[in-house]
């Protein structure tokens, strides 16, 4: 698969955005403090993930490699596990053990990523919030080389410059200028944001657009069974 471009990642957060308003009858309604917050979760979420600020543990290692536990037979690598269990529960002697054709019988199916994987979300966010404030895909793209500073101040500096995105009911501008600001606000969180995810948690662009892509893949999937 081809990498994708930020501004193909935004049409594609545009029509799920408008996919998930349509089914759940939310035309016309500001969403934008919600998904404000949204965002701020997920940037607590990919901090958990990055672990480097927990001073008080000797486990501070980024989360980059999760075993994806086999759903077939639940992790056991017995396909008649379940009905092992219920034969036994109803008085019987078990079933024998059969290995599990999809895990091959070692109970997983792979790895996953959790860092990149709570990155992505908050790409989803910033995109969805960057079309509830109409800008264009040029306000995207970071204006700077790099940032300064240590990480973990950097992950307090987006949550702070996001909060701020929709703080303009403590200002007294005009419409123009409010709008200005929150332009200022979202630009300033998604380029700490970039350079947090190539500069200090290890990510290419490419790893970000095969992981946006299979998670937008994924938030469609769950719009369709009733998420």
């Given at each position: ?14 029509a799920?955005?408008?996919?998930i308003i349509?089914e ?5 309604k500001?969403l ?17 993930e ?20 086999c ?5 056991t690598?017995d ?23 999809e895990c091959?019988?070692k109970g ?13 979300d ?10 509830q ?10 204006w ?14 987006i949550?702070h410059n ?19 600001f ?5 630009r ?6 970039h350079?947090l995810?190539?500069q200090r ?27």
């Amino acid at each position: 698969m081809s990498t994708l471009t930020l501004e193909q990642m935004y049409e594609m957060q545009k029509a799920l955005d408008a996919k998930i308003i349509v089914e759940k009858g939310l035309e016309g309604k500001d969403l934008l403090p919600n998904t404000v917050l949204a965002l701020q979760v997920e940037i607590a979420e990919l901090a958990n993930e990055w672990r480097g600020f927990k001073h008080w543990s000797n486990d501070r290692q980024k989360r980059t490699k999760k075993e994806i536990t086999c759903s077939y037979c639940n992790g056991t690598g017995d396909e008649n596990s379940e009905a092992n269990i219920q034969n036994l529960l109803d008085g019987g002697s078990g079933e024998p053990y059969k290995k599990c054709s999809e895990c091959d019988g070692k109970g997983m199916t792979g790895y996953s990523n959790p860092l990149l994987e709570e990155y992505v979300d908050c790409l989803h966010f910033f995109l969805s919030i960057a079309r509830q404030l109409d800008l264009p895909a040029s306000d995207l793209y970071s204006w700077e080389d790099g940032v300064e500073g240590e990480t973990t101040i950097l992950f307090s500096e987006i949550m702070h410059n996001v909060g701020m995105i929709h703080a303009d009911k403590m200002l007294t501008r005009d419409f123009e200028d409010v709008q200005a600001f929150k332009r200022e606000c979202f630009r300033a969180a998604l380029f700490i944001f970039h350079a947090l995810g190539e500069q200090r948690l290890g990510f290419t662009f490419e790893d970000v657009s095969a992981a946006y892509a299979a998670k937008n893949a994924v938030n469609h999937e769950r719009q369709a069974n009733g998420y």
